[in-house]
């Protein structure tokens, strides 16, 4: 069977589990859309407001479902995109974003022109951009291995967890290619037999020698698909386990080994003492980035011994072991310490977390502030929630007792305002087949960046519970220089609660809206959303000024 190229692809996005593609039209790229629109291949399109929100999506779509795909057109359109893929990148997410180009001949014939979208009369100009921030950046020039060369790129994109971009000019998006006639052989990367060898064996003779252990668990996790994994090897060792900002899992939360949620020196006394005074620390899934190394405040390893095992890399007290793949290296882990006994521990009564769940307490009617807000959160998020944030709802909601299953991830080590909220919207599209409860907890400075597509959630008729924290400005930066007022920090105030009307919903049908002000409000809300329906759009009112403890003390890490 015979289909066009751009059919070819979205057939192999089918495969990789997109269901949803998000995309925004342009000239140059409209024979693709055809495709996407007219042909069986299974995957819907989702329209976003604009390129950079559709590409966040992408990376939310990824996080839950494992891939993700943006379509826009030549270079307004792809150029829109990149702060997203950058974020992805950062994050390790594996999407493409695809983009239709003007035709070969036109490409590769010198001229004078300048053509509409197009830097000067530069058409390579952007796959040179992405080549900064992908794994692969490809122009398809020639039907007879457009297939090949579409089917490779995927493959790099889910070998390394990161994004890839497409180029397809205007007259190949139709060209007719075989179908295909087998899955696609993902071609992962295999380890070295003799690294993976060499580092089971250190890992274990550290391990077994060890009496005490701790684990801090990253967002790599996620992305392979290893959290029960992890948390075998939590049981196997007996060993005091915490999370990370950049993807913190509920399901480490609340292990009866967890100590909190680890961001080096900025943790609570409590969590850093657990996982740098044990005799060996092991750094699961974890990156060596700023946000979930408290600004590199981390002393992990300094006197003890310490293992960590990236996305494709073993090291173990600063000897590494190249090829060595998390997702194959841990299940030989958890393998070869069944022999092992148990390490010892003992989980003490302290605070492991700045807002935890037993500290619940009879709202009363005083103004609402950030310690006691999150103390509530705590308690509203049910088991598997599905929990997304942005910036100061990032920042915050990191340092709160979660229960199982529940995954927190936004803005991640990127921290690009509007990141969150605009990956929130892709993950709600992933949710169709999960039916968690969906929950947002933003920062206003970060959703008026991407806040349009509120539009996109009541359009597809999402259940969600959206909070956004309204401090009038950017209260993450203002806790950097507390108490010195700058203007730069001062956002003009929307009415929140009112957009979902503009945005195209109807009040008390597809859209609630509430204002909080005091405890009380917050949990009459929290009451009326144990089972949300339609978009609910919570304004809580907070003041400028106010800041949680944590906020401050790692805002001040960031001060450079």
């Not at 993902?186 to 060890?210: C, R, V």
Request: aromatic share 10%.
């Amino acid at each position: 069977m015979k289909v066009t190229i751009s059919t070819y692809l979205l057939m192999r996005l089918k495969e990789l589990n997109v269901n949803h593609l998000f995309g925004i039209p342009g000239d140059y790229v409209l024979p693709f859309f055809d495709e996407l629109i007219d042909q069986p291949h299974g995957v819907q399109h989702v329209l976003t407001r604009n390129e950079l929100n559709g590409s966040y999506a992408a990376d939310g779509y990824s996080r839950e479902n494992g891939f993700g795909a943006m379509a826009v057109t030549f270079g307004v359109g792809s150029l829109s995109c990149t702060n997203a893929v950058a974020g992805a990148y950062a994050d390790d997410s594996p999407m493409i974003v695809i983009a239709g180009a003007p035709t070969v001949e036109v490409i590769n014939t010198p001229t004078e022109k300048l053509l509409h979208h197009v830097v000067g009369t530069d058409f390579d100009f952007n796959l040179r951009v992405f080549s900064n921030f992908t794994v692969g950046s490809k122009r398809l020039e020639k039907q007879s291995t457009a297939a090949y060369e579409i089917d490779n790129l995927l493959r790099k994109s889910i070998q390394a967890k990161k994004p890839v971009y497409l180029e397809i000019p205007y007259d190949i998006q139709t060209q007719l290619v075989d179908a295909p006639d087998h899955p696609l052989d993902s071609m992962l990367n295999q380890s070295s037999k003799t690294n993976m060898t060499k580092a089971l064996k250190d890992a274990y003779e550290i391990i077994s020698n060890s009496k005490t252990r701790s684990i801090v668990t990253g967002h790599l996790l996620k992305r392979e698909r290893m959290i029960d994994e992890g948390l075998t090897l939590v049981d196997r060792l007996n060993a005091c386990v915490s999370t990370t900002f950049v993807c913190k899992m509920g399901d480490f939360d609340a292990h009866p080994n967890s100590v909190g949620t680890f961001l080096g020196t900025t943790s609570q006394d409590y969590t850093v003492d657990m996982m740098t005074n044990a005799d060996v620390a092991i750094g699961l899934g974890m990156t060596y980035n700023e946000f979930d190394t408290g600004v590199f405040s981390s002393t992990m390893g300094n006197n003890q011994d310490v293992i960590w095992i990236r996305q494709n890399y073993v090291e173990i007290n600063g000897k590494r072991y190249d090829e060595v793949y998390l997702r194959e290296f841990l299940p030989k882990l958890n393998q070869i310490v069944m022999d092992i006994p148990k390490g010892e521990l003992e989980i003490a009564d302290k605070r492991k977390f700045v807002f935890e769940r037993k500290d619940k307490f009879v709202a009363t009617d005083a103004d609402i502030t950030i310690d006691r807000l999150f103390v509530q959160f705590a308690n509203y998020l049910k088991p598997n929630d599905m929990v997304y944030g942005d910036t100061g709802g990032h920042i915050n909601g990191s340092q709160a007792e979660f229960p199982a299953g529940t995954q927190f991830e936004g803005c991640g080590n990127w921290g690009s305002l509007g990141a969150g909220f605009g990956i929130y919207v892709g993950a709600n599209m992933a949710n169709e087949e999960k039916s968690a409860r969906s929950v947002c907890i933003s920062g206003e400075g970060a959703f008026t960046m991407t806040g349009q597509e509120l539009a996109t959630l009541i359009e597809h008729k999402k259940d969600l519970a959206l909070f956004v924290l309204d401090n009038a400005g950017y209260g993450a930066e203002r806790a950097i220089k507390p108490g010195k007022h700058r203007s730069y920090n001062d956002i003009a105030v929307w009415k929140y609660e009112k957009l979902g009307e503009a945005l195209g919903g109807t009040e008390g049908v597809d859209i609630h809206s509430y204002v909080v002000k005091t405890e009380a409000d917050m949990q009459k809300v929290f009451d009326q959303l144990e089972t949300p329906k339609g978009v609910n759009i919570v304004r809580i009112m907070l003041d400028p000024n106010d800041s949680a403890e944590f906020n401050i003390k790692f805002s001040g890490a960031l001060k450079h």
